[in-house]
């Protein structure tokens, strides 16, 4: 999500782009796809040669394939656009970047910020994700897919491990915004460039440069260049309306021309509007997550390679074992603390089975793999970045 700042306003965005005149039916949510070329091999693939592996913004109903794209930017006006059913050549296989499961984890930095007490943090990532599960799908049904809350970690890092847990983290970053300095927030997904599954999304608050609590002003001493926020004028936000808008990231979903969606690519002056999930992004979501009945509480969040609340440096390869997570909200309950002994032996027997996650009679237990699991040493784990 793009601050105002640069972005004036919505309408004069659209309009400056020639976007305004286009009826809203033409135009509606976008995805990213990942594509590969048959004429490479899988370590071609796996090293990104260039002719090898490519990506397109591609936004129903119309596909377009805008080959100036690059990762974060919208789906351009005509005559940038070029319909098409995919990349030109038939060499091309391209896949949607998605998640292909139903169930998905997430933790919060355990440091919050100082700028809001967790149990609104917990809250307000809860009700975000609640606005896109909670929608009706055209047809009738609701999105396939749960979220699950899995505590406060201490790992606040944009990361992803092969060799050992991993976490999809919401974290803050009140001192120093390290992204573009027009991001109010961004959401980082890795995934796999041969098939475009997300491996892990991981979200950033940009409260370094931005107000997101209209109660408490910012720290006077940041917004300057020592905290990357490289301009003077800083405005505030809807703190509910940037998360809702950056869990629509995390499932799958890219910015939108539809002017009144919440997947716009930044706000107008009516931010209280972006709470709520509009036509453009139910058709989204529910395309990405075609409607089935998923039990939030019976799912397996437990992320690739196992759950850790450490970052990867800290980790032994092993057993990543969240003991269970204090606070309040969500569905975290099932994650039991194991005795030194039971993690061993749990991780051992996983070890040899599979490299994957491990359980017991205590509950479940994250193992981090010593070597990539199949198909992914070989897949490309590519990164994409929307705000």
Known sequence: MSSPWLH??????????GLAAWPSSARAYCVVDTCVSSECTDEEIGDKKPGCVTS????DPIETCPSSCEWGQTCPAPPNDKPCTHPPEAKWTCSTIRWNRTCMGYAIHEDGSMYFDLDTIRRTVGEAFAAWSDVECPGGGKPGFAVQYMGDVSCGDVEYNTRAGNVNVFTFRDSFWPRKPGQIALTTQVFSSSDGEIYNADTEMNTACYQLNPEVALDPDSGGEAD????????SHDFLAVVTHEMGHFLGLSHTAAPQATMVPSFNGEELSFRSIEQDDINGICA????????PEACNPIPRHG??????????????AGATPGGSGGHAGWIAALSGAAVAAAAWRRRVKTGAVARDGAGRCGVGAPEPLPGEEAAERARAEAG
């Open 288 to 295: 990405l997550f075609p409607p089935a009945d998923v039990d």
């Open 56 to 59: 397109y913004y591609r936004c």
């Open 307 to 320: 759950f850790s609340p450490e970052c990867g440096a800290e980790q032994v390869v092993g057993c990543s």
């Open 8 to 17: 004036r306003s919505i309408a004069a965005a659209l309009a400056a782009s």
């Open 228 to 235: 990357g926020c490289g301009f003077a004028g800083r405005s």
